[in-house]
């Protein structure tokens, strides 16, 4: 079946660090891969997203590259800031299983100044 | 263009109330979603609606019924509302070609 995996929080990390949190997929078919952002009190909003292998999703100086071989979709920023402080999700969307999403549990990211 | 709108915000119940919670979308979507989201299980899907008349259930269906009232609606009901049904509900709608999906705010439930 599907499934994501995703690092486990939460993750704390001082302003200009390196960040990255790591995403595993199980799937059946050839599937999407997005990450999402949730921050406090708010919905998720699509953050990147990546379509096929070898695909790189960007956005706000976050990127993600869909590798087939290891079956992941790890996130990375080179320079975090306060404001990136909010929940990631990792998810999948298959179209085999009728484009339903699948999602990971989540990694909380704190900023601090 | 306001999105996925949903009603109300907060609410607490006693065990054993029901109520309905109301989702609607503006952006002409035929995929509608209901996910729970609890601390360290992520999002969890409870009902679909893939187009205006058809509904199908998800993961965790139980206790929950959903009506898809048209193309812009869908609303989740909890008939007889328990404890473990404590969590925050959000709605989402997708086009299947995009592939994308657009939450709401949430609704945040407390059953006591």
């Known amino acids: 079946g599907n499934s994501v995996t995703q690092m486990e929080g939460p993750v704390t990390l001082s302003e200009e660090a390196f960040l990255t949190i790591n995403c595993t997929y199980t799937?059946?078919?050839?599937?999407?891969l997005f990450w999402y952002v949730q921050y406090p009190g708010e919905g998720l909003q699509l953050l990147l997203k990546a379509t096929k292998a070898d695909d790189k999703g960007s956005n706000k100086g976050f990127e993600a590259t869909y590798r087939k071989e290891t079956t992941s979709f790890h996130l990375e920023k080179g320079s975090v800031q306060v404001s990136d402080s909010a929940v990631y999700f990792c998810a999948l969307s298959d179209r085999s299983t009728g484009n339903q999403f699948y999602f990971g549990t989540g990694t909380s990211l704190t900023v601090i100044p | 263009n306001a999105g996925v709108t949903q009603t109300p915000k907060f609410q607490v119940l006693k065990t054993g109330q029901s109520m309905t919670l109301q989702c609607a979308q503006d952006?002409?979507?035929?995929?509608m979603y209901w996910y729970r989201q609890d601390p360290g299980m992520g999002l969890r899907l409870i009902y679909y609606s893939a187009s205006e008349g058809t509904t199908d259930k998800g993961e965790v269906p139980n206790g929950y019924n959903v009506s898809r009232l048209n193309k812009r609606e869908f609303s989740l009901r909890l008939e007889s509302a328990a404890p473990s049904q404590t969590s925050v509900y959000f709605c989402?709608?997708?086009?299947?070609?995009?592939?994308?999906?657009?939450f709401g705010p949430g609704t945040r439930l407390l059953v006591l």
């Open positions: 952006m002409n979507h035929n995929s």
């Open positions: 799937a059946t078919g050839y599937p999407s």
């Open positions: 989402a709608s997708s086009e299947p070609s995009a592939r994308i999906q657009y």
